[in-house]
């Protein structure tokens, strides 16, 4: 079915396509957020937002591509065109399932079992981020009123014998909330299948405030720092758990400037406000505009995208994730990596913006 929305004073959708890739564009009343999404990985392409109070009270044209309007402020990196999307360098936006960032050596046990998800491989067993990100989602449901647009993406592509290492069968609901300021996303996963399938969710988005990132100041209300090593991989044990009052420069909870500093590390212990919601602040102090990405339970994953194939440093992922890397080796992660026949488990995340005017 075509979703197409032409209300007056309610947020509308339209289908489009970043080459041969189908997506999706939602637009509010007045023209002052869009939000372009790909069906591939339900990967959000762009999110802009007008500064100010509020955006030009006049009805928008309807969007054909990616061509940022003048009056919007693009707040994401996300894949500029569909060979980027199609090569997932970087990652940039992914929705990652069943596993966020790295399985060592693409090997893991289960079940009883051992899996491997690189069979036949001996070099480069490097394998991160799931396989949601490149899975194909269809649009079921969509919502639109004059404040926000509700979207409910599913894939039913994750069933034994499609991914190597992986005889489970998932299926996946993403739905996004689009405000006038916030995008909210939900992932939820039932185990359609007869047993029980290791899951982990997260999101994998780059956030642009200044080029580069040097001059940003971050605050991360984390207490702990996952120790790795120089594979990335976490230590065993309790070795992993750094407390950050014993590392004073990966320490975010004071506010500080990112400068120079390379990071690649995952954050543990997270500081929730009363409402149970943990809050990373990404703000420029040049122009006092500010990102909050937040998260109901996880970690929150930190990268400067010094390895990023096209414009290195000009944006910052800040990844909300249920578990920490190769969370599928760690014995005390099991039980809540679980997902047992016929239940379903949420993960809910987003972020906010809070322009200067705000």
């Known amino acids: 079915m075509p979703y197409e929305h032409r209300m007056p004073y309610e947020y509308r959708i339209t289908e489009g396509r970043l080459g041969d890739e189908p997506t999706v564009t939602v637009s509010a009343p007045d023209g002052a957020v869009r939000v372009v999404l790909a069906l591939r990985g339900a990967t959000l392409l762009s999110w802009q937002v007008a500064r100010g109070a509020a955006g030009q009270l006049t009805e928008p044209t309807e969007p054909t591509d990616l061509t940022e309007p003048t009056d919007l402020t693009e707040l994401t990196d ?11 360098d970087g990652v940039r936006a992914g929705l990652l ?6 399985v060592a050596n693409g090997r893991y046990h289960h079940g009883g079992r051992d899996h491997d998800l690189l069979p036949g491989r001996v070099e480069d067993r490097t394998v991160y981020h799931g396989f949601a990100r490149e899975a194909p989602f269809r649009l079921v449901a969509a919502t ?13 592509s994750i069933r034994p014998g499609r991914y190597a290492g992986y005889p489970f069968a998932l299926d996946l609901d993403v739905e996004y909330t689009i405000g006038r300021r916030e995008l909210g996303i939900e992932i939820r996963a039932t185990n359609v299948g007869e047993t029980t399938a ?48 014993r590392c004073p420069d990966m320490d975010f909870r004071p506010p500080r400037r990112l400068g120079t500093a390379v990071i690649d590390a995952c954050f543990a212990d997270l500081t929730p406000g009363p409402d149970g919601r943990t809050e990373t602040v990404l703000s420029d ?35 909300p994730v249920e578990a920490p890397t190769d969370a599928y ?29 705000h």
Not at 97 to 102: D, G, V
Not at 220 to 237: E, N, Q, V
């Open 144 to 156: 639109m009123t004059a404040d926000s647009a509700r979207l409910l993406l599913r894939s039913t």
């Open 285 to 319: 102090p040049e122009s006092g505009d500010a990102l909050r990405v937040w998260q109901y339970g996880g970690y929150m994953h930190v990268f400067t995208g010094d390895t990023l194939a096209r414009d290195r440093r000009a944006s910052i992922a800040l990844e």
């Open 97 to 102: 399932a069943p596993f966020s960032n790295r």
């Open 78 to 88: 996300g894949y500029r065109d569909e060979a980027e999307l199609l090569s997932q």
């Open 329 to 357: 080796n760690r014995p005390e992660h099991a039980a809540a990596l679980s997902l047992e026949p016929g239940r379903r488990r949420g993960f809910r995340f987003g972020v906010t913006y809070l322009p200067m005017t």
């Open 198 to 245: 290791p899951y982990a969710s997260g999101w994998h988005p780059y956030f642009t405030l200044s080029r580069p990132v040097d001059d940003l100041i971050l605050r991360i209300p984390a207490h702990t720092l996952i120790r790795t090593d120089a594979s990335l991989i976490p230590l065993r044990g309790k070795e992993a758990l750094l407390p950050l009052d």
